[in-house]
C-alpha cells in the first residue's frame, strides 16, 4: 500500500523523503518504506525493456538531487591511486618497455601523453583483446613512468566521504544487482541451436541496467568500495537469493540457476562418481606406464562430458578417452556460490563473456579488496571457464574475452603468488590443460602402428586448429613469468609428473607417411596447428620455466625436470614399441619431450656449472634419443630432394616452419644441439655411420665407378650425399648452445640474416630468434641489439628511385663483416628458402670482387670456431675416426676419378671436415713421427685414428663388391696383390643381409655391420640378451633389393694413393695445369709463419686445397716430408691404367665446358647490347625522329611533309585526310592549377580545433568570384570571352611521344577488350597502354597533316607596317571556318573533342546563364588551350628562364591541340560588332544609349583578361598562322595589358601620389616618344578615369588600408614589369608550339626584356646594356591617348554606378605561386591523436577508416557507408569534387597515402617513416614516424605534375566503395 503511495508521488521528492527518514538514528520506518518500494519497482516480472525501475533506482541513489550533480560530488571524494581506465578492441594504447615490469603492462593515451617517455622504447598498439590501463601501479611499472595525476598519490588528500552521501546506494545497489541476476536466470537457455539468439536478445534487453552498472564504477574510489562491499557481502547474498519462500517467482528463478549449475556439470561432490579406471574407447589395452604416471593422485572423475561423444570418427581415427586422475576431483567439477560477485561471474561465463559485463567486472579492479576476491572467484570458476570455451562457437571472440580479465589479475605478481598458494592456481592451471587436451587424443601410429600403446593430440580437431587452448595456455605462461610462482611448479613433483604427461601428449603428434607411389589425394593443412600448439603449449612455458634456472641455486630444479624428462621418454620409447631402427618413410617434427630435455641440459651445463655426465643416462637410452631427431635431420635433407614431393607442398611447409626464426630455436636449436650432446658422448664409428645410413646414401660410398643403391633413386643421390655432409659439418661446426656467450650468438644471428639480404629494422627484429619468453631480457629494442646492430651493419637511408618504387631504410653488412664473419654454415642454418643460400654467396662474390679480394667464383669461406666448451670436447672424436676417414677418402677418390653423383658441393664440403679435422687436433696421441709400417694394420684402412697421420697413409688395393656389368671386373687383379692386402683393401661397402656367407675380415668394414656390431655391444653390457631376438629381423630383411639386380661380383681396384696425394691430384685438375701445387714454404721454412694471410681466407677450391695441405704440412713434419715427395716427381701423377683415355676425356671435357662457357658469354652480351639500344629508341624521347615527329617546326628541313612512325604496324609516313596519325594522350580533368594561392607558405593542416584551413584565396575561388560579379552586370556572351576557365576541372593532355595509325590504334582496341587479362584499367572507357612504352593513355589526338615547306616564308620576320598587318588579322578573323565533316581527319577531330569534354564534370564546363549556349563551348575550347599552357608554366618552375627546349616540351602534344581546338572554334564567327580586335585597335562611335538600354553593356577592355584574348585571336584565325601576324596580336594586346597594369597600379596610390604622379606626366606629352612613356600614360591614366568622380574614392578607401609605401619611379617600373610578364610568358610559349622558336635561356631578372625580345616587341634600335622601359615595347597603331581614353571611358561609365565592384575588377593580380599540398607536422602522433577520435562534419561519427584529403585538409570517411551519396561514397565524391577526380588521402589508422584517379585507385606508399627509415603501414609496429621530406616532395611533385598514372604500377577500381 505505501509503495503505491510513494509510487504515484514525484520520484525527486520520494527520494529526498527517504532519505531523510533513513538519516535518523531510527530508521527502521524508511528501511522499511524503501524495500516496499523496491519491491515493486524492481520486480523482475517486468520486461526487461522497462526503464522504469532503472530512473527509479537513479533518483534514490542521489536522494533527490539531479544524478549528473550525485556523479559529480561522488568523483570529488574518488581516492584511487591508479588509472583502471579499461578498453575493449581496437582501442589505441601504448606500451612502454623501459618503464614496465611486466611485458603485459599498457596504458592509455592519456596516461601516456602526461607521463614522460622521451628516449624510452614505447610503441602505440590496438588491443586485439582489450585491456586496461596500468598507470599508478607500481607492481606492473615503474613510477617514473606515471602520469601527472597518477604520480602523486592522490589517495592521502582526499577528505573522507559524509555517511550520508553513499548511504541510499547501500541501501538500492544490492537489490538492483539481485534484479539483473534475477533477469541473467530467467532469460538462461540451454544450449540449442536457437539458443544464441535468445541469449543475445536477453543480453540486448538488460543493455541499459548493466551500463547502469558500469557507469557507477566510473564515479571512483568512493563508489566501487560501495560495489565491493555489496558483491562480496555473503549475507546479503544469502539472505537475497534464498530468503524469499513465499515469493513463487523468486523459487523458480533460484530453480532456474540450479539447474543451470547442474547442466553445467558443476554439482555438490558428493554426488560425483569417483572412478579412477582408464578406459580406452579404441579397445587397445591399458595405457601402460604414461597412465601409471598419470595416475599418482586419487581417483578422480568419470569421462569427458557426454556431448562431446558424437564426434567420434575423426579423420577416420578413433578418438581415445582416458580420465587420467588428477590431484583433486573437486578443481573440475564443485561450485557453490556465496556472494552476489560469484553469481555474476558464473552468469557472465554461461553467456559466453558479453563485452559490458566484462567491462564492469574489470572497472572494479582499482580497489584492491576487490581484486583480491575476483581474482579468487575467477580462479575457481577456471575449469568452468574451459568448458565454456570448448562447447562456444564464438570461441576467438570470447577468447580474447577471458584473455582481457586474467591478463590483469595474473600480471601482478604478488596477487598470482597469493592464489598460487591459497587457492591452487597451478594444479587448477595443469589439470585443466590436461583435462582439455584429452578431449582429443587419438592412437599413435608411430613406429609400431599395431603395439603402439601412446596417445597424442589429433591436429585436426577444432580444438588444436582454431587455437581454442590459447588464453588457457597464455595464463600458464603468464604465471610462470613469477619467480615465485615458477619455483612453487618445479617443487612440485606431482604437478611436473603431471605437466610432462601433459607434454607427451604432443610427441610424434601429426605424423607424416612418405607416399611413394600416388600422389596425396587431400593435402591436410593440420601442420599449422601442430606447429602452434608445439611451441604455445609446450615451448613457451619451457622457456618461461628456463628463465628461472639461470643461477647455481636453482640447481636441483633442474636435476628434477632433466630426470622426469628422462623418465617420460623411457615410457613413450616403450609405449610406441622402439627397438633400435626407425620405422621407415615416416617422420613427425614434434618432439617436445627431447627438447625440453636438451634445452634443460644446455641451460644446466652454460649456466648452473653443473657436470653433464651426471644429467646424461646410459649409453643405450643416448643411442635411442639420438634416433628421433636424426630422423628429423635427414627427412629435412629428403624434402629439399623432393622425395615427398608426392606428399604435396604441406610437407615443404612443414620444412620450413621448423627451420623459421620463430620456430628454431624451439625446434632444429634443441634437435642439433641433442645430436651433438650424443654424438660427444657416443662412440664416433657409430655416430658416422648412423648418419650415413639414415641419409640413405651408404651404398654410393664405395670405390667402383658403378653401384646399386637399394633405398635411393639415382637423382636423389647426389642432394641427399650433399645433405649427409652438411649435417655432418653443422654438427661439428655449431656453437650456439656449445660454448657461445648471449652476444656472440645475437651477433651471428644478425649478420647470417643480413648477408642473405639487407634487411630492415623491423625485419631484422622479426628474424632473429629471440629467447620467446619476454622476461629474458633479449628484449627486442634493447640496447645490445642497437649496439650490435651498428657494429656489424650500415644504414642505408631510403632512397625514391626513379621508377617510383620506394625503398625503405635498409642495414647492410659492414666491408670487414662479409671479410671475417660471414659463415656459411650459419646461413645454411637459417634460411627457409634454399636460394638464400645462393643470395648470400651471390652478395659475397660481389663483395670480394669490388673490394679486390678475389675476381673468380669463391667457395664458401672456412671460418675458425668458438672453443668448445670443455663438456663438450668428445665432438671433436668425430673428426677422428676411422670411418670418417675412409668416407673422405673414397668420396677424394671418387672425385678425382670423376665418378657420377659428385659435385662442387660435396667436395666443398669433404675439404670443410678435413679442415675441421685439422683444426680440432685431439691432444692425447703423441704425433707419431716415423712413418708406420703398413703391414702391421690388419684390422682397418688406417693405422690409428689421428687425422694427421692418416692423411698421409698410402692405401695400395681395395677389394670391392660392383654389379658384373662394371669396368673393374674384367681387369686381372695384378699378380702382385697377395691375398694379404684384402686386411687393409675392406669393402666400404654395406650388403651386410648379403654378405652373412663371407669371411669375417671382408665385413670388418661394411659401415652398417660396424654399427649393428658397437650396437649390440652396448645392448649387451645394460640388458643381456633380452632384445636380441627381434634384430636379425630388422636388419636382414630391411635393405635386401628385391626384384632382378644384376649379380654382384668382387673386384679389386689398384689405388695407390693417400689422402695427401689426392688432394694434389685434386688441386692440379682444379687449376687445370700439372704441376700446378709449389708452395712457397717448399724450399724457405720460414714463410710458414706468415701464414694465415688474406690470400687463403678467401678463393675458391684451389686456395682451399693449399690452405689444407699448408695446415697439415706446418702440423705434421711427416705430411710436409710426404707433400715435397709427391711435388718432386715433377712427371704427371700417374692415373689407374684402365683410366687412360677417361683422363684424357675430362681434359677434352674441361675445355669443351670453357669453350661453351665462353661462347655463352659472348651470345648474353651481344644481346644485351641488342636490348639496350632498342631501349634507347623506344624510350629516349631525344632520338631524332621522334624529335621531327614531335616539335613540328623545329628544323629547317625542307621535306614536303613531316613523317610519323606508327608503333603499332611499324610503317612511317605521312599524316593525310584519309589515314590520320595521332599522338598517343592521357586526357585528365585537373584542378592543381585551382589550388595555388598568393603565399608563399603551404596552407598548414590543421591539428587542433583552433586552426582552420579558408579555401577563399585560391585561385580558384578568386577567378569564380570574378566570373559571377562580370556576369551580374554584363552581356553574358561578352562574359564568357572575358575570364578563362578551366581552373578547377581543366582538361590536361599529356603525351609520351608516339605515334600510331587511328585505324591500328582502333584495331588495337578491339583485341584489348577481347582479351581478358586487364591490368586495372577499363577498355570500355577507352583505356589502353601505349603499345611500345606501356604508358597509360586515354584517347589519341589526330596530327593535323603538316606541309614543311612554306615553313620558312613563315618565319621571315616582317618589316610591314603595324596598322596593315592589323587590317589584314582583322580581314582573316571575318572568314568563315571552313569545315569539311566527311574525312576521317575531321571525323576523328570531333571525337577527340568528345572525348575531352567528357573528360571533365558538366559542373566544369555550364558557365553560361543560357543553358546549351555556344559560348559555353567557346569558353571551354580556348580554355582548354590556357589549362594546358598555365600547367606547362608551372611545370617549368613558374618562369621561362630556364628556356631551352626542355624534355617536357619534347613530349609536348600543344601543336596538335591547338589544330584539333583552332578547327573546332573556327565553327563560331566572332558578331563583328562584338569583335574585341576592332575595339582594340579602333575608335569607335559613340552608340546611342537609348537603343540598347534593355541589353546589358559588354565587358570593358580593361577588365578583360589578356592572356584568354589572345588565345581566342590566335585559336580564330585560319591556320596554319603567319608569324607576323602572331606578333600583331601580341604587341596590340601587349598594349591592352600594359594599360591593364597603368590602372592597377594607379589604384594603389594615395590621393595625393595621384596627383603628383598626375601633373608630372602631364608635362611631357607632348614630347617625341610620349606614347611610349609609362609616366606619360599613367598620368593620362589617372585623368581619364578620374572623370568617374566615384571610381577613385572608393579605391582611396581600399587602398589607405593596404600600403604606406612610398612609389619610386624604379618601383613603378618593376611593377609594370611584373604585371605584364605572366602576359608575356603565356605568348611566349604559345609561340614557341605554334613555330617552334627556341626559348632562351636567362637568368630571372632578365627575363622581361629577353622574352619581349623574343616576341618581337623591342624597338629595332634597342642595344642589350641599356635599362628596359616596359613602355619602349608598346606599339600603337592608332593614338594611344584617344584609344585608352576610349578603354578608361568604359570603365568610369560602370564605375559611376557599381565603383566597388569596378576597383575590384581593375586590380586583378595575375600573379599565383606554385600550387602546394598541405604542410604537415613532423611527427605522425601529432596528426594521429587528433583526428582517430575525431568525428566526421557529415554524419557526425567516428569514422572507422578516417581519411584527411593532402590538398584541402577535409577530413573524410574512408569505405564509410554512412557519408554514401548516389552510390559514391565520401572519399571518391571528395576526389571529384577537390581534384576533379584526383585525390590524395593520407589514411590515419594506416598511416598510408591512397590516391584516387578517376575509377581507379591506387596505394601510393607513406611519408611518414620511423626512426630507421622504415613505413609502419596500419601502424603495427606502433614506432614514433617522422615526416620524410624527401617523400612528400616526391607526391607533391607527381601530383603537379600528372604523373600517378605512370609511376605508380599497382592500380585497381575502387566502385566507388572508398
Known sequence: MMAALLLRRDKKSTAAHLKADLNRTDNSSGVHQLQELLDSVLNPERPAGDTEALEWCKCLLAGGEEFEEFCKTVRSYDNATLCGLVWTANFVAYRCRTCGISPCMSLCAECFNNGDHTGHDFNMFRSQAGGACDCGDNNVMRDSGFCRRHRSKTGTNVPSVPRELLLMSEM??????????????????????????????????????????????????????????????????????????????????????????????????????????????????????????????DPAESSIEDDQDGSQEVGQRKRVKLSSSTKDPSIMDVLKHKCFLEELLFWTIKYEFPQKMVTFLLNMLPDQDYKISFTRTFVQHYAFIMKTLMKSHESDTMSNRIVHISVQLFSNEELARHVTEECQLLDIMVTVLLYMMESCLVKSELQDEENNRHVVVNCGEALLKNNTYWPLVSDFINILSHQSVAKKFLEDQSLLMLWMSFVSFFQGMNLNKREINEHVEFESQTYYAAFAAELEACAQPMWGLLTHCKVKETQEYTKTVVRYCLETLQIWFDSVNFVDEPAPHQVSFHLPLHRYYAMFLSKAVKCQGLDLDSLLPDQEMLMKI???????????????????????????????????????????????????????????????????????????????????????????????????????????????????????????????????????????????????????????????????????????????????????????????????????IMVILRTVYRRDVQTAMDRYTAFLKESGFFSGNPWPPYKERTPLHPCYKGLGRLLHCKTLHIVLFTLLYKISMDHQNM?????????????????????????????????????????GTNLLSNLHHVI?????????????????PPASTSTDSSSFAQTSRRFSGLQRQNSGAAQVFSLVAERRRKFQEIINRSSGEASQAVRPKSSATKWIPHGSTPQLTTAILEIRESMISLLIKLHHKLSAKQNSFCPPWMEDPEAFVRLDSVKYSHGDGISAIERILTKAAFRARQNKRCIQEICMKISPPVPPKRNGPADKKTMDKEERRQKARERQQKLLAEFASRQKSFMETAMDVESPDADAAMDLGSSEQQVSEILYDCVICGQSGPSTEDRPTGLVVLLQASSVLGHRCKSTEPKRLPTSDEEHIY?????????????????????????????????????????????????CHKSYMESLRNDQVLQGFSVDKGEFTCPLCRQF??????????????????????????????????????????????????????????????????????????????????????????????????????????GGASAATKRSCLNQLFHVLAMHMRLYSIDSAYNPWTRLTQLTQKRDSHVCNDERPEVPLLFRDVPSLLIIFVLTMPQPLHKEHFTCIVKVLYTLQYMHAIAALSVKFSAEERLAWKNSGALKKHTSDAEKSWEVLLSHGISELSKGNRFYEVATEEISVISSRVWSPQSIEYALQQFCLPFLRISSLLQHHLFGDDLPNCLSEEEFPVLANCLGLLPSAFQPSNQLHSASCLDWSISAFEIISQ??????????????????????????????????????NTIFQYYHRKACTFCNKVPKDPALCLVCGTFVCLKGLCCKQQNYCECVLHSQHCGAATGIFLLINASVIIIIRGHRFCLWGAVYLDAHGEEDRDLRRGKPLYLCEERYKVLEQQWVSHTFDHINKRWGPHYNGL
Open 172 to 297: 538500492v545497489l544490492p537489490r538492483f544487482i539481485i534484479y539483473v541476476i534475477q533477469y541473467l536466470r530467467d532469460g538462461y537457455s540451454e544450449p540449442g541451436p536457437a539458443s544464441e539468439r535468445d541469449l543475445q536478445k536477453v543480453l540486448q534487453q538488460l543493455e541499459p541496467q548493466i551500463s547502469f552498472l558500469e557507469e557507477l564504477t566510473k564515479m571512483g574510489g568512493a563508489m566501487r568500495t560501495v560495489l565491493t562491499k555489496i558483491l562480496t557481502n555473503q549475507q546479503s547474498y544469502k539472505d537475497l537469493t534464498m530468503g524469499q519462500e513465499e515469493n513463487v517467482h523468486a523459487k523458480k528463478n533460484y530453480d532456474k540457476y540450479l539447474s543451470a549449475l547442474k547442466s553445467s556439470g558443476l554439482v555438490s561432490s558428493d554426488e560425483k562418481n569417483a572412478s579412477g579406471v582408464i578406459e580406452l574407447a579404441a579397445g587397445t589395452g591399458v595405457l601402460s606406464d604414461l597412465g601409471a604416471a598419470a595416475v599418482a593422485g
Open 626 to 824: 639420438m634416433i628421433h631427431p636424426l630422423q628429423i635431420q635427414a627427412s629435412l635433407s629428403e624434402i629439399h630432394s623432393n622425395m615427398w614431393v608426392r606428399n604435396g607442398l604441406q610437407i615443404k611447409g612443414q620444412a620450413m616452419t621448423y627451420v623459421q626464426s620463430h620456430f628454431c630455436n624451439s625446434m632444429i636449436d634443441p634437435d642439433i644441439y641433442l645430436l651433438q650432446v650424443c654424438a660427444s658422448r657416443l662412440d664416433p664409428d657409430y655416430f658416422i655411420s648412423s648418419v650415413f645410413e639414415r641419409f640413405k646414401v651408404v651404398d654410393l660410398l664405395t670405390m667402383a665407378s658403378q653401384h646399386q643403391n637399394t633405398v635411393l633413386d639415382p637423382e636423389h643421390e647426389r642432394p641427399m650425399l650433399e645433405g649427409a655432409l652438411t649435417f655432418l659439418v653443422l654438427l661439428l661446426s655449431l656453437r650456439i648452445h656449445l660454448g657461445m656467450t648471449d652476444d656472440d650468438i645475437l651477433r651471428a644471428e644478425m649478420v647470417s640474416q643480413l648477408c642473405m639480404n639487407d634487411r630492415t629494422h623491423s625485419s631484422l627484429l622479426d628474424l632473429i630468434p629471440e629467447n620467446p619468453n619476454p622476461k629474458s631480457g633479449t628484449v627486442p629494442g634493447s640496447s645490445s641489439f642497437e649496439a650490435m646492430l651498428s657494429a656489424v651493419a650500415d644504414f642505408k637511408a631510403p632512397v625514391f628511385e626513379p621508377g617510383g618504387s620506394m625503398q625503405q631504410g635498409m642495414y647492410t653488412p659492414k666491408a670487414e663483416v662479409w671479410e671475417k664473419e660471414f659463415d656459411p
Open 956 to 972: 695400395n688395393f681395395v677389394r670391392v663388391r660392383v654389379p658384373e656389368t662394371a669396368p673393374e671386373v674384367k681387369r686381372e
Open 1687 to 1724: 578603354w578608361c571611358s568604359e570603365v568610369t561609365e560602370f564605375a559611376d554606378m557599381n565603383a566597388e565592384h569596378a576597383v575590384t575588377l581593375v586590380v586583378q593580380d595575375p600573379h599565383w605561386t606554385a600550387p602546394r599540398l598541405l604542410r604537415l607536422p613532423e611527427n605522425y
Open 1255 to 1303: 579555401p577563399v584565396d585560391t585561385c580558384a575561388a578568386t577567378h569564380d568570384v570574378r566570373l559571377t560579379t562580370l556576369q551580374r552586370f554584363f552581356n553574358d556572351s561578352s562574359c564568357l570571352q572575358s575570364v578563362s576557365i578551366g581552373w578547377e576541372g581543366g582538361v590536361y593532355v599529356q603525351t609520351c611521344g608516339h605515334t600510331l595509325h587511328i585505324d
Open 903 to 943: 659435385s662442387e658441393h660435396v667436395l666443398c664440403m669433404v675439404l670443410y671436415l678435413i679442415e675441421l679435422g685439422l683444426d680440432n687436433v685431439l691432444q692425447e696421441e703423441p704425433e707419431e713421427e716415423e712413418p708406420c709400417i703398413e703391414e702391421h694394420c690388419h684390422d682397418s684402412w688406417f693405422p
Open 1337 to 1442: 593513355a586515354n584517347s589519341v589526338l589526330p596530327c593535323y597533316p603538316g606541309r614543311g615547306v612554306e615553313k620558312a616564308h613563315w618565319q621571315t620576320p616582317s618589316r610591314r607596317n603595324l596598322s596593315v598587318l592589323v587590317k589584314e588579322v582583322e580581314d582573316l578573323q571575318d572568314q568563315l571556318g571552313t569545315f569539311s565533316s566527311e574525312t576521317n581527319l575531321s571525323r576523328e577531330m570531333e571525337s577527340v573533342i568528345k572525348d575531352i569534354k567528357n573528360t571533365t564534370q558538366k559542373k566544369y564546363m555550364d558557365y553560361s546563364k543560357t543553358p546549351g549556349s555556344p559560348d559555353n563551348d567557346f569558353l571551354f575550347m580556348y580554355s582548354v588551350a590556357r589549362t594546358n599552357l598555365e600547367l606547362e608554366l608551372v611545370h617549368r618552375g613558374g618562369d621561362l628562364c630556364c
